[in-house]
């Protein structure tokens, strides 16, 4: 089975960026849709983003980060990425990524079977 990690959080100004990775081992993304979910202190889980499988790489976003978020994957490496741009404090969570054998991606958390390890981002005022 494939076993996702998430990285590359951190500490960051408001208006700054960090790049989050999405590592997997045990196995390869190769048909596997990838997406990028968030949670932030005593709110849910949210789809913020996600990428289907190199068959069908459509991208989508959640409107809270619609122009200031970009996901792209790079599938030989089994790495996919979430660069954030213009972040906001309202942007603080736990951040993760999550997998499907599945060409088409989707933001609902229910789409997924495999989740891994998060990442926390934490941006100041």
């Known amino acids: 089975d494939v076993q996702l990690q998430a990285s590359g959080g951190g500490l960051v100004q408001a208006g700054g960026s960090l790049r989050l990775s999405c590592a997997a081992s045990g196995g390869t993304f190769d048909g596997y849709a990838i997406g990028w979910f968030r949670e932030a202190p005593g709110k849910t889980r949210e789809g913020i983003s996600c990428i289907g499988s190199s068959g069908d790489a459509t991208t989508y976003y959640a409107e809270s980060v619609k122009g200031r978020f970009t996901i792209s994957s790079d599938y030989a490496k089994n790495t996919v990425y979430l660069q954030m741009n213009s972040l906001k404090p309202e942007d603080t969570a736990d951040y993760y990524c999550?997998?499907?054998?599945?060409?088409?991606?989707?933001?609902?958390?229910?789409?997924?079977?495999?989740w891994g390890q998060g990442t926390l981002v934490t941006v100041s005022s």
């Open positions: 999550v997998a499907v054998l599945f060409p088409r991606c989707h933001l609902g958390r229910s789409w997924y079977d495999y």
